[in-house]
């Protein structure tokens, strides 16, 4: 039975676990493949980044970190990232994250949310974020270099709440 | 006579005093209009961010930034802000600033540079930007709490190098 909750201390060996399973693939996300524990809590745990955790069974499966985009006066816009465990892909558990995120986002009285960096070649996330409403605003050539592909181009995405 | 160079600790304060009359003003940057001197060092002077002055007459007219736009995999991309005394606009200190901040990007190795957050309304800003080869590239909207004009879209600009 698939839960969401906002991460614990507790969670957090668990949860940099699972970032670092993600980013060494280096086809989904900026972070430095061989970044180091204190990076990855840095940009995924610490305030002003909320982490929630997706547990299945007590097994961490999924993990979502929630901020505000920019600081001041675009603080009203929130950004999101999400990764899910790679054993437990194709279950669905993004979407379910994804639509926690909006609800959590909204509750904490953000008006809209924002993705900066969706790697043009991640296409099944590209689909699951446009089924939860989310529109591609921009397009930046070669921003990202893909581990295998090299130069990929990235999308903004953003959706009001 | 104009002159650009890197930031010193010496400038600092300058910096800082400069950073705070443009972003009080609230209508071109998302940095809090109130915020610390503390947090506009760790945003505009410290690294990864690597600092310029403009100088006249050894009166500090003008500060860019520099930095990369993501880690990792994405800093072959560089971002840069610049911020121009207000007493001395109108006389192409920006684009003083802006040529000599590509060649330094080109030269610290990145493969582009892109802005992440150029407020619509700044037009005279987004005609600067076009002229030195960026292009606009994704359009959010109402990204920005201008403080006069209210919700404002937000344009992304990115050029090669």
Redesign the interface.
Known sequence: MLAIRAAVAADFPAVLDLFRRI?VS?DT?????D?SPE?AQR?WLDPPARPFVAEDDGRIVGTYSLKP?????????ANCGYMTAPEFRGRGIASVMCAHSLATARDAGF??M?F??VVASNTGAIRLWQRHGFAI???????????RDGPTD?F?M?R?L
Chains 1, 2 share one sequence.
């Not at 996300?29 to 493949?33: D, I």
């Not at 930046?140 to 893909?146: D, E, I, Q």
Request: charged share 10%.
């Open positions: 980013v280096g996300y900026a972070y430095p493949p970044c990076q940009w985009n920019q600081p001041g006066l675009g603080d009203h816009v008006a809209a924002q900066n960096f605003v921009g397009r930046v050539p070669a921003a990202f270099r893909h581990v990235v903004v953003h009001l």
